[in-house]
C-alpha cells in the first residue's frame, strides 16, 4: 500500500533514514505559526502503553514554573516560561467488541505517512491489531490550516482487515497535562510542564472548552465539530463533550470520520472566561457550513502563494531540493503570523527550549521572510516592539537608567535563561534586532515601520549599550569598550570586547545617528528625549569602538586575549565527546580556544564589507578548525565565508550538512523539535552564499558563486516594493522584473536598470 506522490515535494516516510517514533513526531508534525500539532500515535491519549510525545502548541500560549537554583544570586530569573503541551487533536479512541484503545494495548504499526509540502496534508496509514488478534487499518489525514489559523482538520478510515463487529469511535479531548515520554537529561530539552486547568463549557451544539494557565494566567478556547456515519454529540460518563459512533463495522469496508477544530487565540485569563461566549462564536464561525476538504482547499492555495514566491529552484540535486523545501516548508509553519508571536527556536514542533524565541529569529531565519515575504517579516519583528516596554522594564530592574534591554530567550519579553553566562550576558540580542530592522528597511523602505516603531527600537538598544560599555584607553587611544558580555560562541562566556558584539553595536549606533535627522523635532524624538548631546556621545562611541585584531596574523580575535587561551586539538577528541557542552564543565570551554559555533565568522557574514578576501580567507583558516559545530546554527554561515573565499567543496559540504540538520537528524535531538534558525540559515547559504548577495550594499548587489554540483538556481524577491526573479547559471544570471517600479541592481559588478519598459536582462560574469 503506497501513497501516490509527486516528489519534489513530498516528505516520505521511505526516504527518512530515521524511522525512531519521537523523531518522526517532529518531522511530520503540521503547524501554522498559530498551532502546531507533533505527528503523534493517534491511540496515544493517556494509555500508559504508549510512550510517546504528543501535544498540541498554540504560539504564545506558556505557563510559568518557578526556576530551581542552588545558588540564587540578585536579578536571577524568578520564573522559566514554557511553551504548553495541551491535548492533542489527534486523539481518538476506538472500541472493537469489548477491546477498548483507551486501556488496552492496541498494537500501532506504521504502514506510511506522507507529508505533500504543496498542500500542507499528512497523510500517514497506521494497521492496527487488537490484543485479541483483530486487525483494522487506520488512515488520518490532518492539516493546520494556513489560511485560517486557528483551524486544524482531522479525518480518520477505519478499515476492518479480519472480522466483522460492533465498532465505536470516541473523541473526547478529556486530558490536560498529558503523560508523554521520560525526558533526557539534555540541558537543551526544557520540557517542564505547565500547569493546566481544562473546563468543559456546556451549553454549546459541539464540545467546547477553556483551557487556563494557574500562574501566567492566560486562556484560550478550543470547539470543534465533526461529521461521519452515525456521529453523535454526546457526554461521557464522566460529563465531558464530544463526539461518537457505534456501527456495525464490515470487513474491508472503510468508514470516515472528520473533524474540525478551531483553536483560539491567546488571551489573558479573565477576557478569556469573561468573553469565552463571544470568542466561541467567532471560532465557530470558522468551522461551520464547511468541511474538511474546503478547508484544506482553501489553506493549500496559501500554501501555493508561498511557493510561488518563497520556493528556491535547484536544477542539479534533487536531495538537496527537496531538503531545502522542507527547510522552508517548516519556516513557514512556524512563523508566528499575528503580530503578538515570534518564532521559536524549535518552531511549533516540540516543546525544546521551552517555545522560547531566541536571536535565531532575527539573524538566521528573518531574512527569509524579509525577502520573500515582507509582510510577515513585519509581523515577525511587531512582536519585538510588543515586547519593548518589557525589555525597558529589564534594563530599569538590571540598575540600568534606561534603555531597553531584550531577553535572551523568552516567549513574554522576560529573561527566562537560568544559566545566565550563556543566557542573560548575550547582550548582542538588542544589536541583532536592531541589525534586523534595518534590513526590513532596507529592502522594503517601509517607513511607516520605521517611524512608528523601529527607530524606537533601535534608539533604546542603543542606550542600553551606552550604559553597559564605557570608555578607556588602548595602546594609547581612547577606545569605547563593551566588557564581560558573551557572544554569540556559546563555549566562550562573560569576555571583554567580544569582537561580534562591539561589530554589532556599532552598527547599532550608526543607525541612531542614520536616521536621527530624519527625526530631529519629531514626536518620536521628543518623546524619547534624544538630544543632540546623546547623539554626539553615541557618535563618538561609534567611532572608537574597540574591534580586537591580531596584529601579528591579521585576524580578528573573537575577543580580547582570545589569542591568549587555552589550545585544544579538537582532533584528538573521542567522537563520543560531542557535543562537547554535554561531556566537559563548561569552564574547560570558556578557558580554550575552542568554538561551539560560527562568532568572528558571522561577523564576517553579516558585514561582508571593508576587508579583502584574504582576510577573511585568514579569518577562516583560523576559525574553521576550531569550531566544533555544536551548534545547528553554525555549518551554514561557516559555507557562505567558504564560498566568498573560494573554498568551493568545502562550502558546500557545510551547506549540505547544514540544510539536512533536521531531515537528517545530525544533531540526534529533532525528537524535541526542529532546528527554526538553521532552517532559516540554510536560505542564507543559498542567498548570500551561491548568490553572492552582499548585505548592507549601498544597492542590491550580487556575485554569484554557482556550486558544481548545480546547473541552474531560480529564486525570487522582493526589493523596494517590487518582485524579481532570478535564475543563475554557471556564467550567466538572468533577471525579470514580475511587478512593481524595477529599480537599479548590480550583478558581478556590473550595473543594470530594470524597469517595466526593460524588465528583463542577462548578466554574463
Ligand atoms: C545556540 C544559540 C541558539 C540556541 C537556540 C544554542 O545551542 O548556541 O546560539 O540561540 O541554541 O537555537
Known sequence: MRIEQRPEFQIHLQNLKSKEQLYLETIFSVANGHIGVRDSNPLQGNNPNYMGTPGLFINGFYDYYQIQYGEKYTGYPVNDQVINRLCDPRYIQIKIGEEDSAVDYFKVETVDKNLDMQTGLLHEIYSVTTPQGKIFNLIVESFASVESVNVYGIKYGV?????????????VHSYINQATSATVSDVRVNEAQGHLQLDFLDGYEQPSYLVTTYKSQQGSLVTFNGDGPKLSYFKDESNHWGYHAKYQAKKGTQKEFEFLFSIGDVYPLVNARMYADQYLV????????????????????????????SDVEIDGDPQVQLSLRFNFFELYQSAGKDSHTSIPAKGLSGSGYGGHYFWDTEIFMLPFFIYTNPELAKKILMYRYETLKNSQQQATQFGFKGGAMYAWRTINGYEASAYWPAGTAQIHINADIAY????????????????????????????????????????GKRRFVINRVTGPDEYSAVVDNNYFTNKMVKFNFRMVQKYAKRFEHTDLSNRLGLSPEELERIQEAADSMYLPFDEDNKIKLQYQNFDQMNKIDLAKIDNNDFPLLLHYHPLMLYRSQVNKQADTILADVLFPQGYSDDELKRDFDFYEPITTHDSSLSQAVFAIAAARVGKNAQSYSFFTQAIETDIQNSHHNTANGIHAGSLGAAWEGVFYGFAGVVNNAEIFSMDPKLPAQWNSVKFRIFLYGSEYIFAIYEHEVHVSLLSGKGSTIKIAGAKCELDSESPDQVIKY
Open 159 to 171: 478499515v476492518p482487515i479480519n472480522f466483522d463487529d460492533e465498532v465505536e469511535i470516541i473523541k
Open 282 to 309: 467567532k471560532l465557530n464561525e470558522d468551522i461551520k457550513n464547511t468541511s474538511f476538504k474546503s478547508e484544506l482547499m482553501a489553506s493549500a492555495q496559501v500554501w501555493q502563494t508561498f511557493w510561488l514566491h
Open 436 to 475: 534586523a530592522i534595518e534590513q526590513y528597511y532596507e529592502v522594503t523602505k517601509d517607513d511607516d515601520f520605521l517611524n512608528d516603531y523601529g527607530y524606537e527600537i533601535i534608539v533604546e538598544t542603543a542606550r542600553f549599550y551606552m550604559e553597559w560599555g564605557n570608555f578607556a584607553e588602548i595602546d
